[in-house]
């Protein structure tokens, strides 16, 4: 085994060309060498103690699966993951581990982490393009449990149910599992063949998957029960899009972030000749500050955009985004228009265009300078408007990215099940819902939040539930 490598930065990640990159859909960051992760492997130091373990909400075990990477057991450091985490080569990806395990490393102390996520990704790629053997499947308990939406946390209770020996169902709204890893996560960052692949291995591991069904719809959770389902978990999302409340938001121009992926991503509106076309070229401006509103902006900006713009009320301390998707969007030209918020989206009319709408076209957006006050109620300085300081942009699209809450679909139709203020169904510290027998968890619960929170619900919802049926 090679001796430590004490170098306080990380080894760096491959990544396409900037320039080259803005105008393709293909992922940008391109993934370690096997030299590169065992390297990057041996700055780990083993702490006796693992505090990134204690950061990660799957609580993998980090220092075995990079110590397996120290020997040069990738598949050996798969198999560790995977114990913990249904969906590793998708977490290597998205999950901000800057602000979990990572920021538990003790090399961070005098530098930078370990790049715990840099070496998933490595693990998960390599096993999926090199293992072609199917996880055994495991003998059937004759428990049945519904899984309502096939997103991060539906997937992770899923999946760690199978490990078990239940039979589980998942019920997805949209013609293709993944929910938000597919309609909302640009293909630059996570490719749809990734999640593919995550979904294919939980069905090999008997994970029954139905889609085009619509909980409170198609089926209600009382139906489910009536098929024999002895649980239901529910894990579907936080699809419902918010906006401001400020005139000119229902012009033809105007999306939420929610709506502008999904067409991108799950629709295809990025091909020539699109069945569910969104804007092709024009001033696009994208209001919000996270992860969401860095992936509308660049994609835009790859659909062929002449200027992007990030319009967010905080400066560049405050935006909650990933650093590292910031960078990369400013690599690619993204405008970040900052202490700014707008106060109306503004329209007109042509008569000549068989298409102009009711409402009219976008043609700009009145916004006002902000400054930072006293802070808020979670320590965040509050946004203060600038007396005088009105100025009007100049757009055609305007993209509405300040977050989404729980669909109230499945609360409607479901007798005794509560929920908070926000529309989130309230659970307790198992997952359990207000209803017997019905869990929740994910963005459904908390509204949205990140996808290993999500997996982190759905894997102690999976664990109720076994051992509430298991007695």
């Not at 760690?160 to 599992?177: C, I, N, P």
């Not at 749809?192 to 209600?220: C, H, R, S």
């Not at 969007?329 to 000549?352: K, Q, V």
Request: charge should be negative.
């Amino acid at each position: 085994m090679a001796k430590a490598n004490m170098s306080p930065t990380k080894n760096e990640m491959p990544t396409q060309n900037a320039r080259v990159r803005a105008h393709n859909f293909q992922e940008v960051a391109l993934g370690y060498t096997e030299d590169q992760a065992i390297n990057e492997a041996n700055r780990c130091l083993n702490c006796k103690n693992m505090p990134c373990v204690a950061g990660c909400p799957v609580r993998i075990r980090i220092p075995d699966f990079i110590a397996k990477i120290k020997e040069g057991d990738f598949e050996g450091a798969y198999q560790i993951i995977s114990q913990s985490s249904s969906l590793p080569a998708v977490c290597g990806r998205v999950c901000p581990q800057e602000v979990q395990c990572e920021s538990r490393c003790v090399r961070g102390a005098k530098g930078e982490s370990v790049g715990i996520g840099r070496l998933e990704r490595f693990v998960a790629d390599w096993h999926n393009t090199l293992c072609a053997e199917a996880p055994i499947r495991p003998e059937c308990n004759g428990h049945k449990v519904a899984v309502v939406g096939s997103g991060p946390s539906g997937l992770t209770c899923a999946g760690d149910l199978a490990r078990k020996g239940y039979d589980v169902t998942v019920f997805e709204a949209l013609h293709t599992a993944g929910g938000v890893l597919v309609y909302g996560i640009p293909e630059f960052r996570l490719p749809k063949a990734i999640v593919a692949k995550e979904v294919d291995t939980l069905k090999k591991l008997g994970v029954k998957i139905e889609t085009n069904v619509v909980i409170g719809k198609t089926l209600t959770v009382d139906e489910l029960f009536a098929q024999g389902f002895e649980a239901v978990f529910i894990g579907s999302g936080a699809g419902l899009p918010n906006f401001m409340g400020i005139p000119g938001e229902s012009l033809c121009g105007v999306y939420s972030a929610n709506e502008f992926l999904t067409r991108s991503n799950l629709m295809k509106a990025y091909l020539e000749h699109p069945e569910t076309p969104i804007m092709k070229g024009g001033k696009v401006a994208v209001v919000g500050g996270g992860n969401v509103a860095m992936d509308a902006a660049r994609t835009a900006l790859r659909l062929g955009a002449e200027r992007v713009s990030i319009v967010y009320r905080r400066s560049m301390e405050e935006l909650p985004a990933r650093r590292e998707e910031v960078t990369h969007a400013e690599e690619e030209g993204i405008e970040f228009c900052l202490l700014c918020n707008p106060t109306e989206i503004l329209g007109y009319h042509n008569p000549d265009d068989p298409r102009d709408p009711k409402n009219g076209f976008v043609k700009g957006m009145t916004c006002v300078r902000m400054e930072l006050g006293e802070p808020d109620e979670r320590g965040r300085r509050r946004p203060v408007v600038v007396e005088g300081s009105e100025f009007t942009m100049e757009v055609d699209t305007v993209i509405m990215s300040i977050g989404t809450s729980p669909n109230p679909l499945i609360k409607s139709t479901t007798e005794g099940l509560e929920v908070n203020g926000r529309g989130g169904i309230v659970i307790n510290e198992e997952g359990l819902t207000s209803r017997r027998g019905v869990y929740a968890g994910g963005d459904a619960v908390t509204g949205a939040a990140t996808v290993i929170s999500a997996m982190g619900a759905g894997k102690t919802a999976a664990q109720a539930i076994h051992e509430a049926l298991s007695k």
